[in-house]
């Protein structure tokens, strides 16, 4: 073999954001020294797998002493794109056939990232290896299978990575991964190497995405930049159709069921897209051809338009399907009878069967009847057949998804639809790779079979589906690096990013799981984290010198791997902090600066499930006005159309009380005003509690600052006499009478009780009395800040308790205005240790209603801690009045006064 001598120095460009650096390469045989400023390392020029034996390429021809290995030769030129391309042809000199696979570039190193072909006999066995971590299985081009790849760092920031590609073979087969050489046959392949910066997937970035594995030398973008094809990006569910299947249409029945097909998926929402196919198998039964199977069916193309109309009520899309095999039936232009069907019966887009292209032809002639029609091929496109078509498929020919699909990374806004057929088994294993890579599914029903765990499988395809759908924007954006670092061995992860958001996607072939750190971050100002998988908000850990970022994922059975039950995922967003949130008892305060609405949810956000909608971005809310009763994780999430800007979870606690009366303010009377006491509105820090928490208190009482406006209140609570006038003046009778002023005689109190607080009555009978006179009940907060005023004092008089200054324990009821000077601030009298005092503030806890009473009463009772402490109460102790019955409710120590506002507002 002839030895060949090759120097190169070249320029790096393929960075616009890094400065460019020069690096040289130097060729001596099968051996490419690489070196930068003082940076050097050579390395074989490739590996090969021939005849099963792993060999590399050296000065000598190969490092082995193998006999008839193929001779070769190479060349090398600057490639127009930058680097260089190296061609390398191999002859077979020996007198038996050569298999030749896994041409790798630089050779197989366990130290270096490759990608190559290992394992058994599959149609996808492609392989990414990293150092120290398990190789994972990875989905290339149709056109790729047996491209080898590699790269290395060089200098600092600079590494070098390089790409084979097989070209033609003369005097031998190809096959999907490897080349049978007959003896003199030649085989040829071209390895380009250029240069990139950053991480090792940058590399990948340079050969998929910016030079399209070298396929093509431009990109034409006209199908991408076009308005109307856009929409199938934001697409992530396809359901394919037979015409003969029951959901469509009843043979027996003779009845459509499409429509009650479509409302169905209750699992994820609707179908993004809805395909029929009234073709293959049943083409070539007599001289019909493919359009005429669309014409001929039930009801004809009128009724298919009747069933393309759907799309307005159930959000989806039509299809249909064009066979381009069909030649030997009836004569009719395809192009024209696929036009025509799209025109009769208004469809969206077209599969195009046994294809993984589709033409200009096509698509003009689907423009040439409306705007937005989709190409769909059976199979997924190769690089250089991208421009022609925006989506297609990863066919359900490869049974087991690898959990890579580098065709995501060649073009991340091309939609890609992984192909489910229920006749085939469980999705959940299929479902999760495909969430993992960011592209949708297609719910395949050709085959017969309708399997009971349909309804499982479907409830997690809605949970991946609803996070593609909502954060779309980041899942097909360029900014796109797959395979961060993760911690755990076969737990991977992809990162996707846009300037508003990250978001990392996790697929975890781990049946043991994981709960703890996983891949680093890079801190940044106003970004908070949220699991979307789980709906709860996670804080970044700190691990050694790194910031790690927890992930929860589930375990599952180990007797499931290798099935297609395997797998389960996990989804982190990193969301700028949009949402100003603000929760204190049962207000929700919203704030937002962008968006245009809030989905607020109980429990996790699913399609099941169903949201408020919020349309004003500032708002105040009472949570237990738009979501009742409920106990347990709220969700809220902010939307700008149907994209996902930011999310927060908060917590209801079970059994916690909500506030469920509302404030009914009064009309001002001045007749009513003179006999009051004014109390000027102001700030003051509401503080109350109790220590017996076993039914919790409120949550509005923890020294908050409260605005109280102004008011009038009476000076005493209402006596005996007050209470006796309402009864003449309104008629007024309970529903139920039971204990109703039970210590009255003959419907009248006693002559010395006039001036006493009235008692024995219920909460309802205080509110009557209050509506009748042109008064309310007071709030707990206006009942304190009225005994308490700014000072904070525990007692209306001042700090200190004084016996002299109320009813002390004396164990019976006193006139009102018996302790003038234990008056508050604002001249309010009678506040504690005579009556207990009833407040305005109704509360539901889940399990029972009560109202707040302050103040304390003049009863007492002292042989155990259990009971209700009596007596004269300081001004932040609150106590609960649990509402039952009538009867119950209505007590000896509990009275009540009245406020008025000072206008109505």
Not at 47 to 66: K, T
Not at 231 to 257: E, G
Not at 559 to 584: M, N, P, W
Not at 817 to 827: A, D, L, R, W, Y
Request: hydrophobic share 35%; glycine share 6%.
């Amino acid at each position: 073999m002839r030895k060949l001598i090759f120097f190169c120095s070249f320029f790096l460009l393929f960075n616009p954001f890094v400065q460019s650096q020069d690096f040289n390469v130097w060729l001596y045989n099968g051996e490419v020294l690489v070196s930068q400023d003082k940076v050097s390392k050579m390395l074989p020029l490739f590996s090969a797998e021939i005849n099963g034996q792993l060999v590399f390429s050296s000065a000598n021809g190969y490092n082995s002493n193998i006999r008839n290995l193929p001779e070769y030769k190479y060349g090398m030129n600057p490639h127009p794109k930058g680097g260089y391309i190296f061609k390398i042809h191999f002859t077979n000199t020996s007198q038996d056939t050569l298999d030749i696979a896994n041409i790798i570039p630089f050779g197989e190193n366990k130290d270096r990232i490759y990608i190559t072909a290992k394992g058994p006999k599959a149609l996808a066995r492609a392989k990414l290896f990293r150092p120290y971590c398990g190789p994972i299985d990875v989905t290339l081009p149709d056109n790729a299978w047996e491209l080898g790849y590699s790269s290395f760092p060089l200098s600092g920031e600079v590494s070098i990575c390089a790409l084979s590609r097989r070209t033609e073979i003369e005097g031998g087969n190809k096959s999907r991964y490897s080349s049978k050489l007959f003896p003199g046959g030649v085989l040829n392949y071209e390895i380009y190497i250029d240069q990139f910066e950053g991480d090792w997937q940058n590399g990948l970035k340079k050969m998929f995405q910016e030079r399209w594995l070298y396929d093509l030398e431009e990109f034409d973008l006209s199908l991408y930049n076009r308005t109307d094809l856009k929409w199938i990006r934001s697409a992530y569910l396809i359901t394919l159709q037979f015409a003969w299947d029951h959901q469509f249409y009843d043979y027996l029945t003779k009845n459509f069921n499409i429509e009650k097909f479509l409302e169905k998926p209750e699992y994820f929402g609707f179908y993004d897209v809805y395909g029929i196919w009234p073709t293959w198998p049943r083409l070539g039964v007599d001289e019909r051809n493919q359009w005429d199977h669309f014409r001929d069916l039930p009801g004809g193309l009128n009724k298919l338009r009747e069933v393309s109309k759907f799309k307005d009520k159930f959000k989806t899309r039509f299809f249909i399907a064009y066979n381009p095999w069909d030649e030997s039936t009836r004569a009719e232009d395809p192009y024209v009878g696929m036009a025509s069907i799209i025109k009769d019966v208004d469809a969206d887009g077209v599969v195009l069967d046994c294809q993984g292209n589709s033409s200009y032809k096509l698509q003009a002639a689907a423009d040439g009847v409306k705007n937005g029609v989709i190409m769909y091929s059976e199979g997924m496109a190769i690089p250089k057949d991208m421009p022609g078509i925006v989506s297609g498929r990863v066919h359900d020919a490869i049974f087991y998804q690898p959990p890579l699909n580098l065709n995501k990374l060649i073009k991340p806004d091309f939609a890609i639809f992984r192909v489910c057929q229920l006749s085939q088994g469980r999705i959940h294993r299929e479902t999760a790779v495909s969430f993992f890579n960011g592209y949708g599914t297609e719910i395949n029903t050709f085959a017969p079979g309708r399997p009971e765990w349909m309804d499982e499988e479907y409830k997690y395809l809605g949970r991946t589906t609803k996070i593609l759908r909502e954060n779309t924007d980041v899942f097909t954006s360029y900014n796109y690096t797959p395979l961060i670092t993760s911690l755990k061995d076969s737990i991977w992860v992809n990162e996707w990013k846009t300037d508003q958001k990250s978001l990392y996607t996790i697929l975890s072939f781990n049946y043991r799981g994981h709960d703890g750190p996983l891949f680093e971050i890079k801190p940044e100002d106003n970004i908070h984290y949220v699991d979307l998988w789980n709906h709860r908000e996670i804080e970044p850990v700190q691990v050694d010198a790194k910031v790690m970022i927890p992930a929860e994922i589930q375990p599952y059975l180990a007797k499931l791997t290798g099935t297609r039950s395997e797998g389960e995922v996990a989804c982190i967003a990193g969301f700028q902090k949009d949402i100003d949130l603000t929760y204190h008892a049962d207000i929700l305060d919203l704030k937002a600066k962008t968006g245009d609405h809030y989905k607020i949810w109980k429990n996790n956000p699913e399609y099941e499930n169903e949201a408020v909608i919020i349309d004003q971005l500032n708002d105040t809310l009472e949570l237990s006005k738009i979501i009742g009763r409920y106990e347990g994780k709220i969700v809220i999430q902010l939307f700008k159309e149907n994209l996902l800007l930011d999310e927060r979870i908060i917590e209801r606690k079970i059994g916690k009380a909500v506030l469920i009366s509302a404030l009914e303010q009064t009309e001002f009377s001045k007749k009513l005003a003179d006999k009051m006491k004014y109390i000027p509105a102001g700030k003051f820090a509401f503080y109350a509690s109790n220590d017996d928490q076993f039914i919790p208190y409120p949550e509005n009482a923890d020294s908050t600052m409260i605005e109280i406006g102004s008011f009038y209140m009476d000076t005493y609570p209402v006596t005996n006499k007050e209470y006796h006038e309402f009864i003449k003046g309104s008629n007024y009778t309970p529903e139920d009478a039971t204990d109703y002023l039970k210590h009255w005689i003959g419907n009248k109190y006693k002559d010395e009780d006039a001036d006493k607080p009235v008692v024995y009555i219920s909460f309802e009978d205080a509110k009557a009395y209050a509506k009748w006179i042109g008064k309310r009940l007071p709030t707990e907060a206006e009942w304190q800040y009225a005994a308490q005023g700014k000072s904070g004092n525990m007692w209306p008089w001042g700090p200190e308790f004084d016996s002299t200054l109320c009813n002390n324990n004396l164990g019976y009821l006193t006139n009102v205005n018996n302790f003038p000077k234990g008056k508050s601030h604002f001249n309010i009298e009678d506040m504690v240790g005579n009556v207990w005092q009833m407040t305005s503030d109704l509360y539901d806890n889940g399990s029972y209603y009560f109202v707040i009473i302050r103040g304390g009463s003049y009863y007492n009772p002292t042989s155990s801690w259990w009971y209700v402490k009596g007596g004269p109460q300081r001004l932040d102790k609150r106590q609960m009045l649990l509402l039952v019955g009538s009867g119950l409710n209505r007590n000896a120590t509990v009275g009540f006064r009245c406020v008025m506002d000072v206008s109505k507002k």
